[in-house]
């Protein structure tokens, strides 16, 4: 038999972890490229063949995938914060935009088999008018981030239409035990942990009421498969069509930890809250549930559930 070769940008993020998990099992032999002080990100499995290189090193990136030629290639790989994107937006331009295209191109190169799936994200949307967003919404991106990604998003139809087999999923908020503690439901998870076991006092957060559509991050890398490998390739709303403020997730995450009152214990500090925030986005599944029988299998309740028994645990073992 032969086995399938994949090949992972930002294999070290939440994403990439499930991912490599998910292809491995499969059968699928897996490569990534790491930035050095990524290669021991916490859990890439061992059985991962690492590259380090930069994704924005488009060249060396090139020479790679060719040399590699993978069946599948997945880029995951971005500056990933919308707060950085502005302190940065040319590297974020590059990396997010142009070195995403160079990657397109690599894999076309490889060969006709080749399916390509870009991380897009729900920024591309910008303030949309409407909610919930589809695969129709106006690309009306409002940062140096959503900007970036838009050209990457764009230019995977582009290449679609050239004959590439390339997907690019737009991704809404999605969210695991492995998610970092700069977004605001792992912050919310952790500090309710620690409060319920009286290591902290307060959680302070800011604008209570962005509302989100917060999905379960081992479905959207199961998403990402599927748009790999169905027949035609396409744009795909990667959601769950349901979405909460951040206060329903602040007191879902206090109810999971045994706390009824918790408006006590949390505050806001106008430095938590940004210049521009969307107040609303919510993203429609349909598309990816008629074309490649896409379904979310963990709802809100039971990924607020999930992280909070997660964080509790940590607390615990560390005692
Ligand atoms: P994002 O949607 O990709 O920016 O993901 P985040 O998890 O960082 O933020 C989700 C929403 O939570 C945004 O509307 C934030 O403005 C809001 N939010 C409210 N308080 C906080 C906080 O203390 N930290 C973060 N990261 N976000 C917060």
């Known amino acids: ?22 292809l491995l099992a499969d059968g699928t032999e897996v490569h990534a490229l790491v930035l050095r002080d990524e290669s021991a990100a916490t859990y890439t499995p061992p059985e991962v063949v690492t590259h380090v290189g930069d994704l924005g090193d ?30 940065e937006p040319d590297l974020t331009a ?64 582009v290449q679609r239409s050239r004959g590439l087999h390339a997907s690019s999923l737009v991704l809404y908020n999605h969210e695991s035990p492995r998610r ?45 498969l599927r748009a790999a490998r169905t027949d035609e390739a396409d744009d795909f709303v990667v959601a769950t069509g349901v979405g909460h403020t951040v206060r329903d997730f602040v007191e879902a995450a206090f109810r999971h930890a045994g706390i009824s009152d918790w408006e006590p214990l949390v505050a806001t500090d106008p430095a938590f809250v940004r210049p521009a925030d969307a107040t609303d986005l919510t993203g429609d599944p349909t598309h990816a549930r008629d074309r490649l029988g896409w ?18 645990a940590l607390l615990d073992e560390s005692a």
């Open 180 to 224: 970092p503690e700069r977004f605001v439901t792992r912050k919310i998870t952790s500090g309710v942990a620690a409060i319920a076991r009286g290591r902290a006092d307060i959680l302070t957060l800011g604008n209570l009421d962005a509302r989100r559509d917060w999905g379960w991050a081992p479905d959207y890398v199961d998403a990402m």
């Open 58 to 87: 488009v060249e060396a990136t090139r020479r790679l995938v060719l040399d590699l030629a993978p069946d599948e290639v997945y880029n995951l790989a971005a500056i990933s914060s919308v707060a950085q994107s502005w302190d």
């Open 1 to 22: 038999m032969v086995t399938a070769r994949a090949f992972v940008t930002g294999i070290g993020g939440q994403d990439g972890s499930y991912l490599a998990e998910r």
């Open 295 to 312: 379904e979310p299998t963990v709802d809100f309740d039971g990924i607020v559930a999930a992280m909070v028994a997660a964080d509790l």
């Open 94 to 157: 590059h990396v997010n935009g142009l070195a995403a295209v160079a990657l397109m191109e690599s894999a076309r190169q490889v060969g006709d088999h080749v399916r390509f799936v870009q991380a897009s994200s729900a920024e591309i949307f910008g303030e949309p008018d409407a909610s919930p967003q589809s695969e129709r919404t106006p690309v009306r991106p409002l940062n140096p981030y959503g900007a970036a990604k838009a050209f990457a998003h764009l230019s995977v139809a």
